[in-house]
Protein backbone atom coordinates (compact mmCIF):
# COMPACT_ATOMS: atom_id res chain seq x y z
CA UNK A 1 0.00 0.00 0.00
CA UNK A 2 1.39 3.50 -0.95
CA UNK A 3 1.57 5.19 2.34
CA UNK A 4 3.14 8.60 3.48
CA UNK A 5 3.15 9.35 7.47
CA UNK A 6 4.70 12.97 8.65
CA UNK A 7 5.76 13.67 12.41
CA UNK A 8 7.03 16.38 13.72
CA UNK A 9 4.40 19.20 14.53
CA UNK A 10 4.17 20.46 17.71
CA UNK A 11 4.12 24.02 19.24
CA UNK A 12 6.63 26.40 18.72
CA UNK A 13 7.18 30.06 20.00
CA UNK A 14 8.25 32.66 17.57
CA UNK A 15 11.40 32.34 15.85
CA UNK A 16 11.81 29.38 17.20
CA UNK A 17 12.73 25.81 14.67
CA UNK A 18 11.08 22.58 13.90
CA UNK A 19 11.82 19.50 11.67
CA UNK A 20 9.05 17.45 10.16
CA UNK A 21 9.90 14.22 8.35
CA UNK A 22 7.54 12.35 6.01
CA UNK A 23 8.33 8.59 5.85
CA UNK A 24 7.11 7.04 2.68
CA UNK A 25 6.10 3.37 1.86
CA UNK A 26 4.67 1.09 -1.18
CA UNK A 27 6.09 2.90 -4.33
CA UNK A 28 9.74 3.91 -5.27
CA UNK A 29 10.69 6.93 -3.73
CA UNK A 30 13.44 8.27 -5.27
CA UNK A 31 11.79 7.98 -8.83
CA UNK A 32 9.26 11.13 -7.98
CA UNK A 33 9.52 14.69 -6.65
CA UNK A 34 7.92 15.15 -3.56
CA UNK A 35 5.99 17.97 -2.09
CA UNK A 36 5.06 19.95 0.67
CA UNK A 37 1.73 21.61 1.28
CA UNK A 38 0.49 23.26 4.29
CA UNK A 39 -3.26 24.61 5.10
CA UNK A 40 -3.73 27.06 7.63
CA UNK A 41 -6.70 26.76 10.15
CA UNK A 42 -9.91 27.34 8.33
CA UNK A 43 -7.91 28.06 4.51
CA UNK A 44 -6.95 26.51 1.76
CA UNK A 45 -4.38 25.18 0.27
CA UNK A 46 -0.66 26.35 0.37
CA UNK A 47 2.17 24.65 -2.02
CA UNK A 48 5.61 25.10 0.29
CA UNK A 49 8.20 23.57 -1.60
CA UNK A 50 9.25 20.54 -3.77
CA UNK A 51 12.15 18.73 -4.25
CA UNK A 52 13.74 16.38 -7.23
CA UNK A 53 14.17 12.55 -6.80
CA UNK A 54 17.31 12.67 -6.31
CA UNK A 55 16.94 16.11 -4.16
CA UNK A 56 19.33 18.10 -6.87
CA UNK A 57 17.08 20.57 -7.16
CA UNK A 58 14.56 21.93 -4.86
CA UNK A 59 11.94 24.65 -4.89
CA UNK A 60 10.39 27.20 -2.46
CA UNK A 61 7.23 29.56 -2.20
CA UNK A 62 8.28 32.60 -1.76
CA UNK A 63 6.42 33.05 1.72
CA UNK A 64 9.30 30.34 3.45
CA UNK A 65 12.17 30.89 0.89
CA UNK A 66 15.35 31.54 3.35
CA UNK A 67 13.45 30.30 6.12
CA UNK A 68 12.19 26.54 5.27
CA UNK A 69 14.57 23.99 3.97
CA UNK A 70 13.67 20.70 2.16
CA UNK A 71 15.97 17.44 1.69
CA UNK A 72 15.51 14.03 1.22
CA UNK A 73 17.24 10.63 2.43
CA UNK A 74 16.16 8.22 -0.58
CA UNK A 75 18.40 4.95 1.68
CA UNK A 76 16.06 5.72 4.09
CA UNK A 77 12.32 7.24 2.06
CA UNK A 78 12.00 9.81 4.38
CA UNK A 79 11.23 13.50 3.04
CA UNK A 80 12.12 16.61 5.61
CA UNK A 81 11.22 20.33 6.46
CA UNK A 82 13.46 22.01 8.37
CA UNK A 83 11.68 25.11 9.40
CA UNK A 84 13.34 28.08 11.24
CA UNK A 85 12.69 31.68 12.15
CA UNK A 86 8.73 30.39 12.35
CA UNK A 87 6.02 32.83 12.76
CA UNK A 88 2.19 32.95 13.62
CA UNK A 89 1.32 32.75 10.19
CA UNK A 90 3.06 29.45 9.34
CA UNK A 91 0.68 27.71 11.67
CA UNK A 92 -0.89 25.44 9.82
CA UNK A 93 -1.59 21.63 8.96
CA UNK A 94 1.46 20.14 6.95
CA UNK A 95 1.04 17.63 4.42
CA UNK A 96 4.05 15.36 1.99
CA UNK A 97 2.58 14.61 -1.02
CA UNK A 98 4.05 12.39 -3.70
CA UNK A 99 4.45 14.51 -7.36
CA UNK A 100 3.22 12.32 -10.33
CA UNK A 101 6.03 12.34 -13.14
CA UNK A 102 6.23 15.41 -14.67
CA UNK A 103 3.40 17.73 -13.35
CA UNK A 104 2.35 19.58 -10.04
CA UNK A 105 -0.74 16.85 -9.83
CA UNK A 106 0.09 15.25 -6.12
CA UNK A 107 -1.72 11.80 -6.21
CA UNK A 108 -0.57 10.47 -3.05
CA UNK A 109 -0.73 12.57 0.33
CA UNK A 110 -0.35 12.10 3.66
CA UNK A 111 -2.74 12.85 6.94
CA UNK A 112 -0.40 15.64 8.14
CA UNK A 113 1.30 17.20 10.76
CA UNK A 114 0.24 19.76 12.31
CA UNK A 115 2.52 23.08 13.51
CA UNK A 116 1.44 25.69 16.03
CA UNK A 117 3.63 28.67 16.28
CA UNK A 118 2.68 30.98 19.70
CA UNK A 119 3.96 32.46 22.45
CA UNK B 1 3.63 34.95 -8.95
CA UNK B 2 0.88 34.25 -10.15
CA UNK B 3 -2.92 33.55 -9.20
CA UNK B 4 -5.69 31.10 -9.43
CA UNK B 5 -9.17 32.46 -8.89
CA UNK B 6 -12.31 30.08 -7.59
CA UNK B 7 -16.14 30.80 -6.76
CA UNK B 8 -16.31 30.28 -2.76
CA UNK B 9 -19.20 28.39 -3.04
CA UNK B 10 -21.29 26.77 -5.29
CA UNK B 11 -24.06 24.15 -5.02
CA UNK B 12 -25.98 21.58 -7.15
CA UNK B 13 -28.89 19.64 -6.98
CA UNK B 14 -28.84 15.90 -5.84
CA UNK B 15 -28.24 13.73 -9.49
CA UNK B 16 -27.82 17.30 -11.37
CA UNK B 17 -24.57 18.21 -13.15
CA UNK B 18 -22.14 21.14 -11.59
CA UNK B 19 -19.24 22.79 -12.62
CA UNK B 20 -16.73 24.29 -10.75
CA UNK B 21 -14.53 27.16 -12.84
CA UNK B 22 -10.73 28.05 -11.94
CA UNK B 23 -9.36 31.23 -13.39
CA UNK B 24 -6.07 32.41 -14.00
CA UNK B 25 -2.93 33.64 -16.29
CA UNK B 26 -0.87 30.63 -15.66
CA UNK B 27 -3.68 28.36 -17.24
CA UNK B 28 -2.80 29.94 -20.88
CA UNK B 29 0.00 27.82 -20.44
CA UNK B 30 0.44 24.63 -17.74
CA UNK B 31 -2.58 22.26 -17.49
CA UNK B 32 -4.57 22.26 -14.41
CA UNK B 33 -5.41 19.81 -12.11
CA UNK B 34 -8.11 19.36 -9.31
CA UNK B 35 -8.26 18.10 -5.82
CA UNK B 36 -11.09 17.06 -3.18
CA UNK B 37 -10.87 17.58 0.26
CA UNK B 38 -13.75 16.10 2.55
CA UNK B 39 -14.10 17.33 6.04
CA UNK B 40 -11.13 16.48 8.28
CA UNK B 41 -9.55 14.63 5.47
CA UNK B 42 -6.20 14.87 3.44
CA UNK B 43 -6.95 16.26 -0.27
CA UNK B 44 -7.37 14.02 -2.94
CA UNK B 45 -6.74 14.30 -7.03
CA UNK B 46 -9.26 13.89 -8.93
CA UNK B 47 -7.86 15.14 -12.20
CA UNK B 48 -4.71 15.95 -13.60
CA UNK B 49 -3.40 17.06 -16.73
CA UNK B 50 -6.43 19.04 -17.73
CA UNK B 51 -8.74 15.92 -17.89
CA UNK B 52 -7.02 12.85 -16.51
CA UNK B 53 -8.91 10.61 -13.71
CA UNK B 54 -6.47 8.82 -11.57
CA UNK B 55 -7.57 5.03 -10.67
CA UNK B 56 -10.35 4.76 -8.66
CA UNK B 57 -11.90 8.16 -9.42
CA UNK B 58 -15.55 7.73 -11.07
CA UNK B 59 -15.73 9.11 -14.52
CA UNK B 60 -18.32 11.34 -13.47
CA UNK B 61 -15.27 13.68 -13.10
CA UNK B 62 -14.12 15.35 -15.54
CA UNK B 63 -11.54 18.46 -16.87
CA UNK B 64 -11.77 21.22 -19.11
CA UNK B 65 -10.13 24.11 -20.07
CA UNK B 66 -10.64 27.37 -22.46
CA UNK B 67 -8.05 30.61 -22.52
CA UNK B 68 -7.49 31.19 -18.72
CA UNK B 69 -9.99 29.01 -17.14
CA UNK B 70 -10.23 25.36 -16.06
CA UNK B 71 -13.28 23.75 -15.42
CA UNK B 72 -14.23 20.59 -13.50
CA UNK B 73 -17.48 19.06 -14.00
CA UNK B 74 -19.00 16.62 -11.95
CA UNK B 75 -22.25 14.95 -13.75
CA UNK B 76 -25.21 13.10 -11.75
CA UNK B 77 -23.57 14.48 -8.46
CA UNK B 78 -24.05 12.50 -5.08
CA UNK B 79 -23.99 13.32 -1.40
CA UNK B 80 -20.12 12.18 -1.08
CA UNK B 81 -19.09 14.70 -3.57
CA UNK B 82 -19.61 17.42 -0.74
CA UNK B 83 -16.37 18.69 -0.27
CA UNK B 84 -13.90 21.46 -0.80
CA UNK B 85 -12.62 21.32 -4.21
CA UNK B 86 -8.74 23.03 -5.35
CA UNK B 87 -7.34 23.45 -8.81
CA UNK B 88 -3.92 23.71 -9.09
CA UNK B 89 -0.85 24.08 -12.02
CA UNK B 90 2.40 24.94 -12.46
CA UNK B 91 3.42 29.09 -12.36
CA UNK B 92 6.27 31.14 -13.11
CA UNK B 93 8.12 30.64 -9.56
CA UNK B 94 6.67 27.18 -8.78
CA UNK B 95 3.25 26.01 -7.93
CA UNK B 96 -0.21 27.81 -7.29
CA UNK B 97 -3.30 26.58 -5.67
CA UNK B 98 -6.86 28.55 -6.40
CA UNK B 99 -8.68 29.27 -3.25
CA UNK B 100 -10.76 26.42 -3.65
CA UNK B 101 -15.18 26.23 -3.81
CA UNK B 102 -16.82 24.86 -0.81
CA UNK B 103 -19.59 22.30 -2.47
CA UNK B 104 -22.93 21.70 -1.55
CA UNK B 105 -25.38 19.04 -2.84
CA UNK B 106 -28.58 20.19 -2.23
Not at chain 1, 5 to 22: F, I, N, T
Not at chain 1, 59 to 87: C, E, H, P, W
Request: charged share 15%; glycine share 12%.
Amino acid sequence: EVQLLESGGGLVQPGGSLRLSCAASGFTFTSYAMTWVRQAPGKGLEWVSTISGSGASTYYADSVKGRFTISRDNSKNTLYLQMNSLRAEDTAVYHCAKDLVGTPAFDIWGQGTTVTVSS
Amino acid sequence: SSELTQDPAVSVALGQTVRITCQGDSLRTYSANWYQQRPGQAPVLVIYGENNRPSGIPDRFSGSTSGNTASLTITGAQAGDEADYYCNSRDSSGVVFGGGTKLTVL
